[in-house]
């Protein structure tokens, strides 16, 4: 893929690839990483969670262990983290993250961050967060994934697009999606810090990945459908430099000309 402006369509809309299946579209998606990781060494990341980044991340732990990818300068900020959680609880993010990315590459600890979700003030917390973005210069590449009710992050419908790092209480459905993580009879925390949708929109940068049938309405709804709140990765459409990368399922809804090859 090439550098900028190739994450967008001649519009500005996002850049929809389609691949047949998520172990093509995981290693799709992380090809792009590496090639931004690779062109800008210091690259600043966004990094989401959920079981759709997993087969990405084993691909950028692949690359690394082959010797094609550094994140030795590079750093990284998480979307979430629940509130309540420390770090070392294995359904954390902090936790997920190290088992999935962190503990594989030679990213310095210190520059791979998340909220932390045990902060007395949870929302001093997300402004501390917000601010260590900025302090940053800002991400340069924003992975997202995608809820089956549109959320990016943890910003649930109705999102308020204004919104920059804050404590959110999470939709039952997205509970109940999360509840495998966590050990049984163990409630899946109620809250959690996310980036904020103008957080996220601020990004140089949107990789969004979707993979398989579950998440072909969402997808169609936030690529076909009109940018409102009440689908929040709608808003993607306004962002002006974003790739989506899908496999065959999750785009089985999008119209012949929204980039289907198969359909092409
Ligand atoms: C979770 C996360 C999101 C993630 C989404 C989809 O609740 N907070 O960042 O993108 O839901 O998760 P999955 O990839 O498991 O479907």
């Not at 983290?81 to 294995?90: A, S, T």
């Not at 990315?101 to 998340?114: K, T």
């Not at 943890?154 to 204004?162: G, I, K, V, Y």
């Not at 940068?205 to 940018?227: D, H, N, S």
Request: hydrophobic letters at 45%; aromatic letters at 4%; charged letters at 20%.
């Amino acid at each position: 893929m090439a550098t900028q402006p190739a994450g967008t369509g001649e519009s500005g809309a996002p850049r929809i690839l389609v691949l047949p299946d998520e172990e093509r579209a995981a290693a799709a998606a992380a090809e792009h990483v590496l090639c931004r990781l690779a062109a800008r060494p210091r690259l600043v990341l966004g990094l989401a969670t959920g079981a759709t980044m997993v087969p990405l991340y084993a691909c950028l732990v692949a690359a690394h262990r082959q010797g094609r990818a550094s994140f030795l300068a590079a750093s990284s900020f998480n979307l979430d983290e629940y509130v309540g959680l420390p770090g070392d609880h294995p359904g954390s993010y902090r936790a997920t993250m190290r088992r999935l990315l962190f503990d594989h590459v030679d990213m310095d600890p210190a520059r791979a961050r998340l909220p932390d979700g045990t902060a007395s003030d949870p929302d001093a917390e997300a402004a501390r967060y917000e601010a260590g973005i900025s302090a940053e210069g800002g991400i340069d590449l924003q992975l997202l994934g995608l809820g089956g009710n549109g959320h990016i992050g943890f910003n649930e419908p109705p999102a308020d697009f204004a919104s920059r790092t804050h404590v959110a209480m999470l939709a039952a459905t997205t509970r109940a999606a999360n509840r495998p993580l966590f050990p049984p009879g163990e409630a899946v925390p109620a809250r959690a810090i996310t980036m904020g949708i103008r957080t996220i929109l601020d990004a140089r940068e949107i990789l969004l990945v979707a993979t398989g049938q579950a998440k072909a309405e969402a997808v169609r709804r936030a690529l076909t459908g009109p940018v409102t709140p009440d689908c929040p990765a709608s808003v993607v459409q306004t962002h002006g430099n974003t790739t989506v990368v899908l496999d065959a399922a999750a785009a089985a809804l999008l119209p012949r000309h929204a980039g289907r090859p198969d359909l092409a």
